[in-house]
């Protein structure tokens, strides 16, 4: 198992300094290798390496050599995403991954000792409670960046633990994930209340409101606003999260929905209330908390599942009427949210041959 957490970082004045000219180094060593990947249309390591690594210590002499690889990793990577057709750039201020040769972190303490081209500053962490439970795991890489907004630098360590032993029994459930409702649950369960609607429609209200005033009292409050609303449906997907994943089922199938905001949709204030909501990471959260209890995330074919009868089989776009489902075929009555789990629950079923250790995507639903 892999995760990552974060921590703000508590520097002195003198050791910012530091850290920011330790950040506009490692963002120039990387457009030293990004440049030559790309002029050379390629994003092989050994290759950007034996051509850069002399002219970047000659040009950047204070950037410690691990940051100097670390930047070229990084420039290959961005060159192989973009199969070397443009060039990547990086900010001055970018975020700076470091290995262990670099930086030493210590959980317990709250102690942090960092390369930086002025030689290794200290920091210090607060460790939350919560966090306890890694102290056991082991330490593979950091990174450091920078929040322009706050001023503030963090420390994001990645962690690896065992995975736990998988479950031998599949006892799969459907998950449909909507606007009206957060998710249904193909075992009859809604997650939604008037609470979480009128907060989503009250923030954006305000949000339309600050808007249109454009002061700097009304810019200072869109700033706080935005925090908060961030934290509300961070803190709603980890507790549907958390009672979906604490159930008895030990499968849960999920629509894929990764190209749901490229679709063509119904006006503007559709396309707000579907990008209000975080659907992703409602999924990140099921994943991890499923992997650590030794559970499975199936991704299915969105496609058809509010048509399709979860009695019958029959599909026809007609059979959906708002949240009321009635099947043309059979006759079979259902609320559309709980149908649709349903199906995508059937859809998990069929892909349960081919589940991996870790989350999948399975492109077949069932017919």
Known sequence: MLRTITFKLRLTNQDREALSKTMRAYAEAFSISAKWGYDNQSWNRVDNHNATYKLTRQSIPDLPSSLVQGARDCACEALKAVKCETLPERKPLSAMRYNQRVITVNLIHGLASIASTNGRIKATFFVPSHYRDYLSWTIKSSTISYDRRNKTFYLHVSLEYNDPEKVANLEVLGIDRGIVNIAVCSDNTFYNSKQIKNRRARYAY??????????????????????????????????ISKQIVNSEYTVFALEDLSKIRVQKRRGKEFDRKLNNWSFYQLEQFLGYKAEALGKHVLLVDARYTSQKCSNCGHTYKGNREGSAFRCRKCGFELHADLNASRNIAQAGISCLSRLPSQPAKCDTIST
């Open 206 to 239: 305000l949000r339309k409101e600050l808007q249109s005033k454009g002061t700097k009292s009304a810019k200072r409050k869109l700033k706080r606003m935005s925090g908060e609303e961030r934290r509300f449906v961070t803190d709603v997907n980890h507790c």
